[in-house]
């Protein structure tokens, strides 16, 4: 008779030995090979804790006038679910110390929630559809919600090189039917699973944005951040760059940081 | 205006450098306000248009990163006819300390209860500056000493309130008023240490997955007075003698209040609810209620822009003989939020009065940026009544366009 011990060295045998048998039984499909990337993606991007920064958005019309926003970020790793996130407006100077608190979920809307310092007032904000602008930029609020792999399902489409670095090509297709899109292309560099341009196309299938990231640097000798995103919208002309300046890690934030008490008194 | 000193002690004793961080942060605004008023003045003493100059510094200084803090918030308004809109007040003057689980806050400051947005029930805690705007959204600043416990059950807050605020009125040659004028100047109380009387205040507030909850309590001094006509015997031509009222002194009566507040989100939708009980020996016992819901579609039409619909129901169980104009009315209104660079915002609509069917008024309000931090809005009110044991009777001739700009640093 088989021990306990005894069986579970057996059928991690027989697994182990399923797995290297498989990939020469039967290519690895293209969505196999997408899903892989995307959970390696969110690996490697593990363990960060907490982060602040300091961040500025130029908004750009068509006609190429610029107006700015700057903010602080605060955000909290969530293990299991979406990150929390608390951004605190500086400028223009009339939204000035305006908080957006944000609980990212996997599975269900998020949690929103909008503090209004003339009025000292915390507003609930219903946020099933996450499509909407974020600041009057043109980022929508989905496009700076953590990365979840759940929240998409993945197809390899090809080898390509990009911005120097050798990537995958990636359709990514979002699983919440109230997302703006209907898919993204996504191009992740091989060296170290950054994202160096994703593509938009709206729900009517047609290519509305590009996003480019790039200045990437290194923090805590294993996460990278890119401190230039650069959005540009093909079908209005206007684009929006999100620069960040400061970023800390592990400064030491907690839940505490991220509820409705901390929120009415932010500044 | 955003300053990081850093200021280095040295602590001779151990020879060791100690850092303390410090935060001061310096915003405010300056603004400058017309208003015009469509039909002719009840009192020869008003006029037809109104300027004003106003400003809003806010000093903050934080250390222990946040945990420590003061603010200081004045607020002057210079008004060109009225001088009970003329008026300074501040509007905070505190004293900030938080821990993990509980908070302190001492002195001057404002807080806000409640969910709706038409009518605010239960928010009790700051008296309404009504000379600053028709929509009551203005308070002064309150002295508290308030205790928050931040608990797995939710967070608790406790108010001693001591040093009661008047409720501002305009004045004689101001507007928006009634026929009469309103004597601030010889408030009357219930209780004998009149405006020194203090006060207490609860809150107890939760989140339940997609419902929010509140309960709270209020045992003192009402911020809302009640009108006591001040008589003048007059001889008439006949000979006979009258009384004739010719102003109102207001009465403030000592209440306790019992709140509850409920929302709770559905998909797009926000259904809000607000209901009171409040009684006192001057007063009749009575409840009131307020609900209805706030509906959001992004990106209208394929647009940027937003459309939030807003409609709510006020009741106030004292009905036609109650202090409260909003006893049975429904308003409805539209926000538009245009996603611009300008954060341009229109918020529209229209309140009826159900018990009296010719009573109605009209809002529009519009907002925009211009240039990097100026910020213009204009205001329009129309009032329509026609009965006169209608409350809002007396604000049927006060019709306005407002335009104010604001320049924020």
Redesign the interface.
């Known amino acids: 008779m088989l021990s306990k011990t005894n069986l579970k060295q057996w059928l991690s045998l027989v697994c182990l030995t399923s797995l290297l048998v498989m990939p020469a039984a039967h290519a690895q499909t293209a969505e196999e090979k997408g899903l892989e990337i995307a959970k390696e993606r969110k690996a490697r991007d593990r363990g960060w804790g907490d982060s602040e920064s300091t961040s500025i958005m130029v908004l750009r019309n068509a006609q190429g006038q610029e107006s700015v926003r700057q903010m602080r970020i605060r955000a909290l790793e969530v293990q299991g679910d979406g990150d929390k996130g608390l951004t605190i407006f500086d400028e223009p100077r009339d939204v000035a110390g305006t908080a957006f608190l944000n609980f990212s979920h996997i599975n269900e809307p998020d949690d929103q929630w909008l503090y209004l310092p003339a009025l000292k007032r915390v507003k609930r904000i219903a946020s099933r559809n996450k499509s909407g602008p974020f600041m009057g930029s043109e980022f929508a609020y989905e496009d700076l919600a953590s990365f979840e792999v759940e929240k998409y399902s993945y197809k390899y489409l090809r080898d390509e090189t990009i911005n120097g670095e050798e990537a995958w090509v990636i359709e990514s297709v979002p699983t919440d039917r109230y997302s703006g899109y209907s898919k993204q292309i996504v191009w992740t560099d091989k060296s170290h699973y950054r994202v160096q341009k994703i593509e938009f196309y709206d729900r009517k299938k047609s290519l509305l944005k590009t996003l480019t990231f790039a200045d990437y640097k290194l923090y805590l000798g294993k996460y990278w951040r890119a401190h230039k995103m650069t959005m540009v919208n093909h079908q209005t002309g206007k684009s929006t760059d999100l620069l960040a300046e400061d970023i800390k890690f592990q400064v030491g934030l907690t839940d505490r940081d991220f509820d409705q008490n901390t929120l009415r008194r932010i500044r | 205006m ?1 300053l990081k000193i850093t200021a280095t002690a040295i602590a001779m004793l151990s020879s060791a450098s100690v850092w303390a961080e410090q ?1 001061v ?1 310096i ?1 405010g ?1 300056i603004g400058a306000e017309g208003r015009y008023f469509a039909e002719q003045s009840s009192d020869p003493a008003q006029t037809e248009s109104q300027f004003s100059i106003n400003a809003e510094p806010e000093f ?1 200084w ?1 250390w222990d990163r ?1 945990d420590n ?1 003061l603010t200081f918030k004045p607020y002057l308004r210079i008004d060109s006819q009225d001088s009970e809109r003329t008026h300074f007040d501040i509007r905070e003057l505190s004293w ?1 300390h ?1 821990e ?1 689980d509980w ?1 302190l806050r001492l002195g001057i400051s ?3 209860w409640g ?1 709706t947005e038409t009518v605010h029930l239960v928010d009790i805690v700051n008296q309404t500056d009504s000379v600053e705007s028709f929509d009551g ?1 203005d308070k002064l600043g309150q002295p508290m000493v308030q205790l ?1 416990l ?1 608990q797995d059950w939710g ?1 608790l807050d406790a108010f001693i309130l001591p040093g009661f605020r008047e409720r501002t009125f305009a004045g004689k040659e101001g507007r928006l008023r009634g026929p009469l004028v309103i004597d601030s100047e010889n408030a009357q109380y219930e209780s004998s240490d009149k405006s020194g009387h203090i006060d207490f205040a609860v809150n107890w507030r939760n ?1 339940f997955d997609d419902l ?1 909850l509140s309960l709270n309590a209020f045992h003192g001094t009402s911020r809302e007075p009640m009108f006591v006509p001040q008589l003048t015997q007059v001889t008439q031509s006949d000979g006979s003698v009258a009384w004739v009222a010719d102003a109102l002194t207001p009465y403030y009566p000592q209440i306790t209040q019992l709140g509850a507040v409920a ?1 709770y ?6 259904w809000k609810l607000e209901a009171i009980n409040r009684f006192g020996r001057q007063i009749d016992n009575y409840n009131a209620l307020v609900g209805g819901f ?1 509906y ?1 579609y ?2 209208v039409f394929g647009s ?1 822009t ?1 459309l939030g619909i807003v409609a709510e129901y006020a009741w106030d169980e004292r009905g036609e003989s109650g202090t409260t104009a909003t006893q049975n009315d429904v308003s409805i209104a539209a926000r538009i939020v245009m ?5 341009t915002e229109v918020l529209a609509g229209f309140s009826q009065d159900l018990d009296y069917s010719q009573s109605r008024s009209l809002f529009i309000e519009g907002s925009t ?1 211009i240039g ?4 213009l809005t204009l205001d329009m009110w129309l009032f329509a009544s026609e009965d006169m044991q209608d409350l809002a009777y007396s604000f049927r001739n006060e019709d306005f366009v407002q335009l104010s700009v ?1 320049w ?2």
């Open positions: 955003r935060e942060d915003r605004y903050y934080q946040g803090a900030l938080v993990r908070e404002k807080v806000f969910v959204e928050s931040i967070v989140t929010d929302q989100i559905y998909q797009d939708w926000l706030e959001t992004v990106g940027f937003d996603n611009d660079i300008s954060s940026r990097d931090s100026t910020k604001e924020y640093y």
